[in-house]
């Protein structure tokens, strides 16, 4: 598989890539996201909430408490095009989740008892 990064299993257990071209893209829009393409897999294998994202896809959301900006969730907007295949559109940090929930929380990880 010639130009891929990283393939990681979404909560649906769909094997989503994470292309070079991909990750080029989203470290080019945010400098930031520079080495972290772990957390954005780690983000669509286990999410916090998955959301409903645009045109289909799907947005997955993770909370980190340390991050290179300080703490932030990680959102990664992935598609699922068959149960077999998928991939990573885009991935950014933001500290205004609210506004990607109102999207609409397909599925949210339990909370355990004293987290």
Known sequence: MEGILSVTESHNGVPIRLTYERWGHIVEAHDYMAGLHDLVVETVAEPDTIVVGWSGSLIATRYYLETPITEKHLIAVYR????????????????????????????????????
């Open 80 to 115: 699922e095009t068959k149960p077999t295949d998928g991939f990573i559109i885009t991935a950014f940090m933001t500290s205004k989740v609210e506004k990607v929930w109102k999207r609409g929380i397909l599925w949210q990880r339990s909370k355990s008892i004293g987290s």
